[in-house]
Nanobody
Protein backbone atom coordinates (compact mmCIF):
# COMPACT_ATOMS: atom_id res chain seq x y z
CA UNK A 1 0.00 0.00 0.00
CA UNK A 2 1.56 3.30 1.10
CA UNK A 3 5.33 3.22 1.36
CA UNK A 4 7.68 5.93 2.60
CA UNK A 5 11.40 5.45 1.98
CA UNK A 6 14.01 7.71 3.60
CA UNK A 7 17.51 8.21 2.27
CA UNK A 8 20.46 10.56 2.71
CA UNK A 9 21.62 9.68 6.21
CA UNK A 10 25.22 9.09 7.13
CA UNK A 11 28.18 10.19 9.24
CA UNK A 12 28.96 13.90 9.43
CA UNK A 13 31.19 16.08 11.62
CA UNK A 14 29.72 18.66 14.00
CA UNK A 15 28.84 21.80 12.07
CA UNK A 16 28.31 19.85 8.87
CA UNK A 17 25.21 19.36 6.74
CA UNK A 18 23.05 16.55 5.42
CA UNK A 19 19.96 16.48 3.22
CA UNK A 20 17.43 13.73 3.88
CA UNK A 21 14.84 12.66 1.32
CA UNK A 22 11.60 10.74 1.75
CA UNK A 23 10.01 9.25 -1.35
CA UNK A 24 6.33 8.33 -1.11
CA UNK A 25 4.40 5.82 -3.18
CA UNK A 26 0.88 6.39 -4.43
CA UNK A 27 -1.01 9.34 -5.88
CA UNK A 28 -2.28 10.91 -2.64
CA UNK A 29 0.94 12.57 -1.50
CA UNK A 30 -0.39 16.12 -1.80
CA UNK A 31 -3.36 15.26 0.47
CA UNK A 32 -1.14 14.87 3.53
CA UNK A 33 0.84 16.97 5.90
CA UNK A 34 4.27 15.36 6.12
CA UNK A 35 6.49 15.19 9.17
CA UNK A 36 9.98 14.22 10.25
CA UNK A 37 10.67 12.55 13.60
CA UNK A 38 13.84 11.21 15.15
CA UNK A 39 14.73 8.60 17.74
CA UNK A 40 18.03 8.24 19.58
CA UNK A 41 18.97 5.01 21.37
CA UNK A 42 16.95 4.51 24.55
CA UNK A 43 14.64 7.46 23.84
CA UNK A 44 11.16 8.07 22.51
CA UNK A 45 10.54 9.11 18.92
CA UNK A 46 10.30 12.91 18.93
CA UNK A 47 8.95 15.51 16.52
CA UNK A 48 11.43 17.38 14.34
CA UNK A 49 9.55 19.21 11.58
CA UNK A 50 6.35 19.19 9.53
CA UNK A 51 5.12 20.76 6.30
CA UNK A 52 1.60 21.49 5.08
CA UNK A 53 0.01 19.92 2.02
CA UNK A 54 0.98 22.68 -0.37
CA UNK A 55 4.27 23.43 1.35
CA UNK A 56 3.07 26.87 2.37
CA UNK A 57 3.48 26.33 6.11
CA UNK A 58 6.28 24.69 8.06
CA UNK A 59 6.73 23.79 11.72
CA UNK A 60 9.85 22.95 13.73
CA UNK A 61 10.81 21.75 17.16
CA UNK A 62 12.70 24.32 19.21
CA UNK A 63 15.82 22.17 19.14
CA UNK A 64 16.20 22.38 15.34
CA UNK A 65 14.60 25.74 14.52
CA UNK A 66 16.97 27.90 12.51
CA UNK A 67 19.17 24.93 11.57
CA UNK A 68 16.83 22.53 9.73
CA UNK A 69 14.58 23.25 6.75
CA UNK A 70 11.71 21.02 5.62
CA UNK A 71 10.44 21.23 2.05
CA UNK A 72 8.42 19.16 -0.41
CA UNK A 73 8.04 18.60 -4.13
CA UNK A 74 4.54 17.26 -4.71
CA UNK A 75 5.26 16.58 -8.39
CA UNK A 76 7.97 14.16 -7.26
CA UNK A 77 6.11 12.78 -4.20
CA UNK A 78 9.11 13.69 -2.09
CA UNK A 79 9.70 15.54 1.18
CA UNK A 80 13.14 16.79 2.21
CA UNK A 81 14.90 17.74 5.41
CA UNK A 82 17.93 19.98 4.98
CA UNK A 83 20.03 19.79 8.15
CA UNK A 84 22.71 22.43 8.71
CA UNK A 85 24.97 23.21 11.67
CA UNK A 86 24.59 19.66 12.90
CA UNK A 87 25.34 18.85 16.53
CA UNK A 88 26.15 15.53 18.23
CA UNK A 89 22.73 15.78 19.91
CA UNK A 90 21.15 15.42 16.45
CA UNK A 91 22.42 11.83 16.21
CA UNK A 92 19.37 9.60 15.74
CA UNK A 93 17.39 7.52 13.31
CA UNK A 94 15.25 9.92 11.29
CA UNK A 95 11.78 8.91 10.11
CA UNK A 96 9.33 10.55 7.75
CA UNK A 97 5.59 10.09 8.21
CA UNK A 98 2.23 11.30 6.91
CA UNK A 99 -0.87 12.66 8.64
CA UNK A 100 -4.30 13.73 7.40
CA UNK A 101 -4.40 16.44 10.07
CA UNK A 102 -3.38 20.05 9.68
CA UNK A 103 -3.04 20.22 13.46
CA UNK A 104 -1.55 18.06 16.20
CA UNK A 105 1.42 17.59 13.89
CA UNK A 106 3.87 17.05 16.76
CA UNK A 107 2.06 13.92 18.00
CA UNK A 108 3.20 10.50 16.79
CA UNK A 109 -0.31 9.07 17.18
CA UNK A 110 -1.64 11.37 14.44
CA UNK A 111 0.59 9.83 11.77
CA UNK A 112 -0.63 6.67 10.07
CA UNK A 113 2.32 5.69 7.84
CA UNK A 114 6.03 5.73 8.60
CA UNK A 115 9.21 5.11 6.68
CA UNK A 116 11.89 2.65 7.75
CA UNK A 117 14.22 5.36 9.02
CA UNK A 118 17.69 6.54 8.05
CA UNK A 119 20.62 6.83 10.47
CA UNK A 120 22.24 10.22 11.06
CA UNK A 121 25.43 10.23 13.12
CA UNK A 122 27.13 13.51 14.07
CA UNK A 123 30.60 12.90 15.50
CA UNK A 124 34.14 14.21 15.26
Amino acid sequence: QVQLVESGGGLVQPGGSLRLSCAASGRTFSSYTMGWFRQAPGTERDFVAAISRSGGATYYSDSVKGRFTISRDNAKNTVYLQMDSLKPEDTAVYYCARTVYGYGYTSRRNYDYWGQGTQVTVSS
